[in-house]
């Protein structure tokens, strides 16, 4: 088996009105992440990931540090855009969070505008490429970190992500320019739909279904 | 647009100075020029030494000043921002500060490595573009055929460098004192000034600096980069580093 591009959850022009035009959907899934697909599909016999789920394959590209980047480069990318899509929704937005959801972020974060306020600055102080991510640590608590480039908190340890943002400038360069910030804002405000979010807190994160 | 067309006339004012003086308007990094704002610390942004569509043949004119106008003057922003409170480094050159990083302030290390990595790249970048492409010609042109196996194969492993870089970063030849050129490599913002060495040239392959035009595409961002790369001044900073003047 190989690794596959899901389709979008949603049309390409779905998210046109909360900030993500129809072309950064076409340009971010159909060519960004179809590369990266691509790509680890060309990695999976030289480096040896046959039958490996892409969660396996990810957790161990980042254990092997340095060795492991040009696989984790690949597989970090697929698995945090699979991610990425699904946590946005044509019907995303708004401060209503499910209850049990809402409840883990008070006890956890000290509520949603902290949340939101630390989320915003992982996501502006990770300089260069890489993503935002709420994450349920190995303690059981809800957690914001970042990780650069293709790194993701499965690769680096930190625990299970159920939230994430891109940062890399072709997520947000023709909406937004420079200005990530205002990414982030309209990420926050317009984009995530927070019943996957509760989903996938209940579930302990999501689960890819992809293998080598 | 009266405005445009100043700032326009200025940039080719500028642009005409530097054939003539490169090495000092190019890297005098703490004399302000005349028409920018009063500084808010030891750094300032240089002017483009050019008009926003000098480099139309590979960079559209609305991303060089995007790139100029907001990302480079943001690292400059945040460089004099993270220095601000550290008045005993204000006399430091750009070069010195990039070279001993792990001897400034803990709190400040990372901020200067971002920040005046991306001051000394953007500068540099500027100054090697605003050509019309070609070729190197003399002890440059020597230079890599000896070290680079010629200017076609150079061209390759160049662009190969800079496509390979995963993320954001940078491609670049360094030079050494005696004239030894090589590819390199780097990401986000560092830079060869970090191990004290110097760069000849590099390219930026942030997405910020192609995704306007080229998007996705960034192999045809790095093939047409060689378009606009000026030669003459590329030439210059060879000289200037085997004669140990080359700056950033
Ligand atoms: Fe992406
Ligand atoms: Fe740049």
Redesign the interface.
């Given at each position: 088996m190989a690794f596959s591009l899901p389709p979008l959850p949603y049309s390409t022009n779905a998210l046109a009105g909360q900030g993500m035009c129809q072309e950064t959907l076409e340009?971010h899934h159909g060519?960004?992440h179809n590369?990266y697909v691509v790509a680890l599909n060309g990695l999976i016999e030289s480096k040896g990931l046959q039958g490996k789920s892409l969660e396996t394959i990810v957790a161990e590209a980042g254990k092997a540090g340095a060795d492991g980047?040009p696989v984790l480069?690949q597989a970090g990318q697929h698995w945090n855009h699979i991610l990425f899509w699904q946590v946005m929704s044509p019907k995303g937005g708004g401060d209503k969070l499910p209850g049990g959801l809402a409840a883990k972020i008070d006890q956890d974060l000290g509520g949603l505008a902290q949340f939101k306020e630390a989320f915003k600055q992982a996501g502006v102080t990770q300089?260069?490429?890489?993503w935002a991510w709420l994450i349920i640590a190995p303690d059981g608590k809800l957690k914001v970190t970042k990780t650069?480039?293709?790194a993701n908190p499965i690769s680096t340890g930190e625990g299970t992500p159920i939230l994430g943002v891109d940062v890399?400038?072709?997520a947000y360069?023709?909406d937004f320019?420079?200005v990530r910030p205002n990414y982030l804002d309209n990420f926050l405000n317009k984009l995530v739909d927070w019943e996957v979010v509760e989903t996938l807190l209940k579930q302990g994160g999501l689960k890819s279904e992809q293998s080598a | 647009m009266p405005a445009t067309a100043a700032r326009r006339a200025l940039f080719l004012g500028a642009g005409a100075a530097l054939t003539l003086a490169l090495p000092r308007r190019v890297f005098a990094q703490a004399a302000a020029p005349a028409s920018a704002p009063p500084p808010s610390g030891p750094f300032t942004l240089p002017p483009l030494p050019y008009a926003n569509d000098a480099n139309e043949a590979a960079i559209d004119a609305r991303t060089m000043q995007i790139h100029h106008d907001l990302h480079h003057a943001a690292y400059v922003n945040n460089l004099n921002a993270a220095l601000r409170e550290h008045s005993q480094l204000h006399a430091l050159k750009l070069e010195d500060l990039l070279a001993k990083l792990g001897e400034l302030p803990e709190g400040i290390r990372a901020a200067v490595r971002n920040n005046g990595g991306g001051h000394a790249n953007h500068t540099m970048f500027w100054g090697v573009m605003g050509g019309r492409g070609g070729q190197p010609s003399g002890e440059l042109l020597a230079a890599i055929d000896r070290d680079l196996g010629g200017f076609d194969q150079f061209r390759t492993r160049f662009e190969q460098a800079a496509n390979t870089q995963f993320g954001s970063g940078w491609a670049f030849v360094t030079v050494t004192r005696e004239g030894r050129l090589a590819i390199q490599q780097k990401p986000n913002q560092d830079t060869p000034l970090m191990e004290g060495g110097r760069a000849l040239l590099g390219n930026d392959v942030w997405e910020h600096a192609y995704y306007l035009r080229y998007q996705n595409r960034r192999p045809e961002y790095t093939r047409a980069w060689w378009n606009v790369v000026n030669w003459d001044s590329v030439a210059q900073r060879y000289a200037a580093a085997k004669a140990g003047t080359l700056t950033i």
């Open positions: 340009l060519k960004h590369a980047l480069n300089f260069g490429s890489g650069p480039n293709g890399w400038e072709h360069y023709l320019r420079n | -």
